[in-house]
């Protein structure tokens, strides 16, 4: 699992490769949570296209993380999810916060 | 109707062994061809189940979690149990969102996921002897 980071303007986003559950969620918390403190920013953009596995863990830190956006008043959203990642995300109604544009 | 095969796994409850225990039931399945489909449902429901052992039944602490796999012609059959401190109310704890544990930012969808993966779920828990997940899946459903 690895995490990369890019700012677009006040969006952090965040770029994840490789599988989320409970052992690596726990991991990406930490690293998300201390960029978005550090950095400029106020909304979050989850990016998934790399993302091969994810259970309810995954779920978890997209809850938490939406929390921490809303809390400072940005706006959070997902893109790129593969459609076995999707199933989980509607199971929970994240779904509806993968962004249409490409 | 007698399994074709079957296996039976060990392993202490680490989280780092959750993507080693998907793997391992993963691969012994994939012997049946499955479609990919159906293999990844059985891994994500077979990773909350071992999060489940390693989160609320052992609290994080050091116990050991057993995987058994019985593949049959047309199904599979996984249990995965554990000797932690049980579940007080299973009824509860399948709930859509419940976690006994929100300190730990948990979606509290183990359950449902397992179900809705699954083509079923059977939990026994005994408080302070263990927990017991059974599940089964079709593997030709073409």
Redesign the interface.
């Known amino acids: 699992m690895d995490v990369r980071f890019k700012r677009d303007g006040t969006t952090l986003i965040v770029s994840i490769d490789g599988e989320i559950d409970h052992h690596t969620s726990r991991i990406l918390k930490d690293r998300i949570d201390s960029k978005f403190i550090m950095e400029p920013v106020k909304n979050m953009i989850i990016d998934l296209a790399r993302v091969t596995f994810m259970d309810s863990a995954g779920i978890g830190l997209i809850m938490g993380r939406m929390k921490r956006v809303s809390s400072v008043g940005g706006k959070m959203s997902i893109r790129h999810p593969k459609p076995e990642i999707i199933k989980i995300l509607k199971m929970s109604n994240v779904d509806k916060l993968i962004s249409k544009e490409a | 109707m007698q399994p074709i095969n079957k296996m039976r796994a060990e392993f202490i409850s680490k989280?780092?062994n959750?993507?080693f225990a998907?793997v391992v039931v993963a691969s012994f399945v994939a012997q049946a061809d499955p479609t990919i489909?159906i293999l990844?449902d059985i891994?994500?429901a077979v990773?909350?189940a071992v999060?489940n052992a390693?989160?609320h039944g052992y609290e994080e602490n050091e116990g050991v979690i057993t995987i058994e796999c019985l593949l049959y012609a047309d199904h599979v059959e996984i249990t995965v149990e554990d000797s932690g401190k049980g579940i007080e109310d299973i009824e509860k704890a399948k709930t859509?969102?419940y976690t006994s544990r929100p300190e730990?930012?948990?979606?509290g969808?183990?359950f449902?996921?397992m179900e809705?993966f699954m083509d079923s779920l059977t939990v026994e828990s005994t408080p302070g002897k263990g927990t017991k997940i059974h599940m089964t899946k079709q593997l030709k459903n073409r």
């Open positions: 989280s780092v959750e993507s998907r489909d990844a891994r994500t990773s909350e999060t390693i989160i859509p969102l730990l930012e948990r979606s969808m183990g449902t996921v809705t």
